[in-house]
């Protein structure tokens, strides 16, 4: 039967794509099968116990259009090179998104709710359709279009990368402003981390509303560590939702860019992955 044989003739070759063969790599094996505008997604402020989340996505031109100088994992590269790269980013994409999660829809839908919405909204925000989503880390579904979840994704994809430098300036930049607002914390030196200096001033001041109150460190500061993560916040005025359409003020509008968007992100119902638990994201689990 001709069957085995015909279907042999149809079966595309395997494409391998080794980690040294550089940051383009992935990308380019990608474009040379057909998908041109490969999107990558990464968050920044996931392990911070203070401030929002952030998560960016990216598309980068095919060739050496989309080739940036000092392009590296957000976390490698210094505050100066950091912002160097994101002017380049913003410059070259052809399409960038920024969404912004703050701390109280942390504390009320979890974490990592919050960040696969945030990650879905950035690549839905994105002027260009991807056709193919390179994420850091985990999947995200939900999509409509193909992807591929990629350890470390942001030291191995230039587009993920990419979309880590968005989100790292973009949370840092913000934490400075909120360091003028809350000046006891610290906020402009460890951007919301957990460092020495930030757990003393956490003892001291107890936590302020940008503080994260399901996070174990800061439900015991505030002396509510008793009761359940999501029921730790002090009632306040209602903060913008991640399911409601907010459009973002001044200070966030000097982030933007034509081809960009920087918003609060919203949108459809996510739906968290079944290996990770309720509490564990609630109190601040790192990958």
């Given at each position: 039967m001709p069957y085995p044989k015909v279907l042999e003739m149809l079966a595309p070759p395997r494409t391998v794509v080794r980690r040294e063969a550089g940051l383009y790599a992935l990308e380019q094996a990608l474009q040379r099968r057909g998908f041109r505008h490969v999107a990558g997604a990464d968050e920044a402020g996931r392990g911070?116990?203070?401030?929002?989340?952030?998560a960016a996505a990216a598309i980068l031109p095919e060739g050496r259009r989309g080739e940036i100088p000092g392009l590296a994992d957000s976390k490698l590269l210094t505050p100066a090179a950091r912002e160097r790269?994101?002017?380049?980013?913003?410059?070259?994409a052809l399409a960038w998104?920024?969404?912004?999660?703050?701390?109280?829809?942390?504390d009320a839908r979890g974490l990592h709710v919050c960040n696969l919405a945030a990650m879905r909204r950035a690549l839905a925000s994105l002027t260009v359709r991807p056709e193919y989503v390179l994420t850091d880390g985990f999947p995200v579904d939900g999509l409509g279009v193909p992807g591929l979840a990629v350890w470390k994704?942001?030291?191995?994809?230039?587009?993920?990368?990419?979309?880590?430098?968005?989100?790292?300036?973009?949370?840092?930049?913000?934490?400075?402003e909120l360091?003028?607002?809350?000046?006891?914390?610290?906020?402009?030196?460890?951007?919301?981390?957990?460092?020495?200096?930030?757990?003393?001033?956490?003892?001291?001041?107890?936590?302020?509303?940008?503080h994260r109150f399901s996070y174990v460190n800061v439900a015991a500061a505030s002396g509510?560590?008793?009761?359940?993560?999501?029921?730790?916040?002090?009632?306040?005025?209602?903060?913008?939702?991640?399911?409601?359409?907010?459009?973002?003020?001044?200070?966030?509008?000097?982030?933007?860019?034509?081809?960009?968007?920087?918003?609060?992100?919203s949108g459809e119902q996510p739906q968290p992955l079944p290996s990770v638990g309720e509490d564990s994201a609630m109190e601040g689990e790192k990958r």
């Open positions: 911070a116990c203070a401030g929002p989340l952030v790269v994101y002017e380049q980013v913003v410059a070259k998104s920024v969404m912004i999660i703050p701390p109280t829809e942390v994704g942001d030291r191995v994809a230039a587009c993920v990368a990419a979309a880590s430098v968005l989100a790292k300036v973009t949370r840092d930049r913000l934490m400075v360091d003028e607002k809350f000046p006891a914390y610290g906020f402009a030196v460890h951007k919301g981390y957990i460092t020495e200096e930030h757990s003393t001033a956490l003892t001291t001041h107890g936590p302020c509303s940008e509510r560590g008793n009761r359940p993560p999501r029921a730790r916040r002090p009632a306040s005025s209602p903060a913008p939702s991640l399911f409601d359409d907010v459009s973002v003020t001044e200070p966030l509008l000097i982030l933007q860019a034509p081809e960009g968007t920087v918003g609060v992100a």
